[in-house]
């Protein structure tokens, strides 16, 4: 079956950085666009970073030139490194995997990231 599964979040100083990661299985990952969303108290799901079969990104106006959205593809992984962070990027922050061709999405189950002093 299919999963993913995120690790890397915890408890950061503003400024600081995290590094999250996301391992797939179950899934050919070369067919799968892959993305990072969060989800903050009281807020809806919003899209942070994707990064497409290709290798070209896209990123939310509010962290660009923070964030980096990678793959690994030996690795089946899929990484979001967050540099300068800030509190409002405190949220749970969710992989997603959609097949290119059929449109069908697989979630984690979320890490948090919690940016405080």
């Known amino acids: 079956q299919v999963q993913l599964v995120e690790s890397g979040g915890g408890l950061v100083q503003p400024g600081g950085s995290l590094r999250l990661s996301c391992a797939a299985s179950g899934i050919i990952f070369s067919i799968y666009m892959m993305g990072w969303y969060r989800q903050a108290p009281g807020k809806q799901r919003e899209l942070v970073a994707s990064?497409?079969?290709?290798?070209?990104?896209n990123y939310a106006d509010s962290v660009k030139g923070r964030f980096t959205i990678s793959t690994d593809n030996s690795k089946n992984t899929v990484y979001l490194q967050m540099n300068s962070l800030k509190p409002e990027d405190t949220a749970v922050y969710y992989c997603?995997?959609?097949?290119?061709?059929?449109?069908?999405?697989?979630w984690g189950q979320g890490t948090q990231v919690t940016v405080s002093s």
């Open positions: 990064i497409t079969t290709r290798g070209s990104t």
């Open positions: 997603n995997a959609k097949n290119v061709w059929t449109g069908r999405a697989y």
